[in-house]
T-cell receptor, first 123, second 112 residues
Framework: ETGVTQTPRHLVMGMTNKKSLKCEQHLGHNAMYWYKQSAKKPLELMFVYSLEERVENNSVPSRFSPECPNSSHLFLHLHTLQPEDSALYLC??????????????????????FGSGTRLTVV | RKEVEQDPGPFNVPEGATVAFNCTYSNSASQSFFWYRQDCRKEPKLLMSVYSSGNEDGRFTAQLNRASQYISLLIRDSKLSDSATYLCVVIPIKAAGNKLTFGGGTRVLVKP
């Protein structure tokens, strides 16, 4: 276990279904993220939450709707998805150093901690 | 030009050999750099940070060349377990929410 738990691990849904992906982090981090990883493509950032406030939304279609009720939980609500949305959806968390913007790696092992992902297939 | 570019490979490496590969980035203001490792159908995991002076962690050596805007990873005495995709990660300066930009990954296959 990495400290970031994602459920479900696998999900098959029809295009008219509504489902939600859940992410929980037990690391005391203050930032959480949703990434999409499609076959043969780089990880694509979808949403960023810093201190439970959404700070980034990378032009993601409205059929993906994030929710961050507290600093430990992150959801991705899905509805009327398309087959091309089939991918691995990864949640991550990190500790943002407030007032400095980007994290600073000064001999410390900062970085993201990823969950194991939800492999989504849209049929 | 992509923000972060990597040779996708695969790099076929005999066990015990040394392999090295680079990652180029386009934003000269980038501040922090990392290498992540991703095994097949698993999540990425932080391998090591990359410091300006270069750093080593066992058989792994990371280097940063700011003038030419690339970072490198060298793996010595390759093990079969080193087979994975290595993701280059860059953080632009003063990015809110620690926004990491990932390269597409370099696949390494270590063979007996």
């Amino acid at each position: 276990e990495t400290g970031v738990t994602q459920t479900p691990r696998h999900l098959v849904m029809g295009m008219t279904n509504k489902k939600s992906l859940k992410c929980e982090q037990h690391l005391g981090h203050n930032a959480m993220y949703w990434y999409k990883q499609s076959a043969k493509k780089p990880l694509e950032l979808m949403f960023v939450y810093s201190l439970e406030e959404r700070v980034e939304n990378n032009s993601v279609p409205s059929r993906f709707s994030p929710e961050c009720p507290n600093s430990s939980h992150l959801f991705l609500h899905l509805h009327t998805l398309q087959p091309e949305d089939s991918a691995l959806y990864l949640c991550a968390s990190s500790q943002e150093i407030m007032g400095q913007g980007a994290l600073v790696a000064k001999g410390l092992n900062y970085g993201y901690t990823f969950g194991s992902g939800t492999r989504l297939t849209v049929v | 030009r992509k923000e972060v570019e990597q040779d996708p490979g695969p790099f076929n490496v005999p066990e015990g050999a040394t392999v090295a590969f680079n990652c180029t980035y386009s934003n000269s203001a980038s501040q922090s750099f990392f290498w992540y490792r991703q095994d097949c159908r698993k999540e990425p995991k932080l391998l090591m940070s990359v410091y300006s002076s270069g750093n080593e962690d066992g058989r792994f050596t990371a280097q940063l060349n700011r003038a030419s805007q690339y970072i490198s990873l060298l793996i010595r005495d390759s093990k079969l377990s080193d087979s994975a995709t290595y993701l280059c990660v860059v953080i632009p300066i003063k990015a809110a929410g620690n926004k990491l930009t990932f390269g597409g990954g370099t696949r390494v296959l270590v063979k007996p």
